[in-house]
């Protein structure tokens, strides 16, 4: 029985990166990233002039920060700690907006569009990242995958300046 991750399994899938269902899960994984990446960068625009209250900077370094794991997993090897950072940020943007409002989180939810969409896009968020990291073979498999050239050819190397190979 062959233990290499890439091969096909028996029901003739890849369990590879590239399998279909990762691919859209990582593309809905992204999506839902970088659209409350947005919802954060729209509540936070127009309120930067607020010095008082430092929400607004600490949700555009957020929103930065969540579209750089976004990108990451769509370019990425499928890293469960890359995974598990993305269903941490997200989770984080929901607990935090919980501790927030406190017992007037359902109200202050329900009276707000923006945060309607940023929420749902947090909760279907954290289910993609969390399905891609129980999918995911365990790091020293991927990084036993890159170091055989496995990669489609994109891994990097010392003796030819570090540039990737095409």
Known sequence: MSTDPSAPSAD????????GHKRVLRAVAAQTAV???????LWAWPRLAEPTDPRPYVFVLAAVFTVFVAAATLKADEYRRL??????????????????????????????PLAIVGKGAELVGVVAFLTLYRLAPPTSVVV???GSGRDGGLESHADDGGEPRN
């Open 35 to 41: 659209l409350s990446a947005a919802v954060h960068l």
């Open 12 to 19: 003739g899938e890849l369990a590879g990166r590239d399998a």
């Open 144 to 146: 036993e995958r890159r």
């Open 83 to 112: 995974y598990a950072l993305g269903a941490g940020t997200l989770t984080a943007f929901l607990l935090g907006y919980v501790g927030w409002h406190g017992p007037e989180a359902a109200a202050a939810l329900a009276a707000d």
